[in-house]
């Protein structure tokens, strides 16, 4: 089964079987949402079947919830938790100093809140996510459906007097229909290029009517596991300035990927 996992979903893979060395016993944790996040929660829920782990899982979308119940994971809500010890969640971009955009995958408002509440945040990606200077990947913005049209257009001026080099939003779309996320909302993408003051433009997309939320996560990530093709993996602890290397063995996740092809 291994053999059939393009080099990013092995990288993808490792960065995720690495992070549950992070979860212990009794804790409460965030539940990322993505591809990337769920190679974790797939890797968690081994863990609670074949080791006995005992945690209660926060998933940060519907999607993410079907998953942890379907492998096992003790499922509660974020007030039921009311704070959590750890959150593992995938990434869109990451920067040197652990900024991140998230949001591809609509998720972005639910995983801000969760990770926010988190005592640490652990952010999982191929090393195809690292960037010098975040932007490239279009800046999903949450947006309540009330007058998007107009809220959209005052995005786009207001971008005028940005540090960025376009300025186009697009409205995320389902086939036909506007992508709705878990709290009903809309999704706009912007086509920013390059950010170059990403903590400013966080802060004024938040205090415009209508934006719900943005996907840029700043100093909310402590530590950035980047996983490779060929099973290394690199440990960044942004607050401990230490950079960990190693190596995971593929063979011993098989019981894992047989699992998946049930
Ligand atoms: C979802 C997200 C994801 O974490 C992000 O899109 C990365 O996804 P993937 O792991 O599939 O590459 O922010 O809202």
Redesign the pocket.
Known sequence: MTGELSPIDKA?FVAAKRSVDYVEDGMRVGL???????WMVRCLGELVRDDGLKIKGVP??TRTAELAREVGIEVISLDEAKWLDLTI????EFDANLNLI???????LQ?KIVATASDQMIV???VG?EVETLGAFPL?IEVIPFGWETTKSLVEEMLISMDVLGRDATLRMNGDRPFVTDEGNYILDLHLGRIGKANQLAMVLNQMPGVVEN?LFIDICDVVIVGYGDGRVETRDINEGTVEEDRLDFLESENLFTDLQD
């Open positions: 993808k990322g949402t993505g591809s990337t996040a769920a940060t979308s969640d995938g990434a869109d998230k949001g591809g995958g609509g998720a972005l995983e999982i990606a191929d996510k999903p996907g």
